[in-house]
């Protein structure tokens, strides 16, 4: 789930190895107890992960010719992470609530989760 619009969403989501839910109004953040807060960013745990992003994108709007990223994004950029490992029956059977912006489960982490 996204805090964009559907619309801005369309453009990456063919991309997306996963189902992905546009949510501009955070009403499914506020339901999951997901917050935003500027400390998300300051957290020097966050920086290299936020720092290799920008490089990433920036080497891929290069190679591409054009702006990768949404310089604007609706809902902001400030947020906590939070990954939510959902059954197919609907039910959340585990949960990871980030305490900086680069705080989420590894693929191993979320492997592990899985199993």
Request: glycine share 8%; hydrophobic share 40%.
């Amino acid at each position: 789930m996204f805090h964009s619009t559907a619309k801005e969403m369309a453009r990456y989501e063919s991309e997306l190895p996963f189902i992905a839910i546009a949510d501009p109004d955070k009403r499914l953040y506020a339901e999951f107890g997901v917050e935003a807060r500027l400390r998300a960013l300051l957290d020097p745990r966050a920086w290299t992960g936020i720092l290799c992003g920008v490089a990433s994108a920036t080497a891929e709007s290069l190679r591409r010719g054009k702006l990768m990223g949404n310089t604007n994004p609706h809902g902001g950029r400030i947020g906590l992470p939070a990954d939510f490992l959902i059954a197919p029956d609907g039910r959340v059977r585990a949960c990871k609530y980030g305490t900086h912006a680069d705080d989420q489960w590894s693929v191993d982490e979320m492997l592990a989760q899985a199993r």
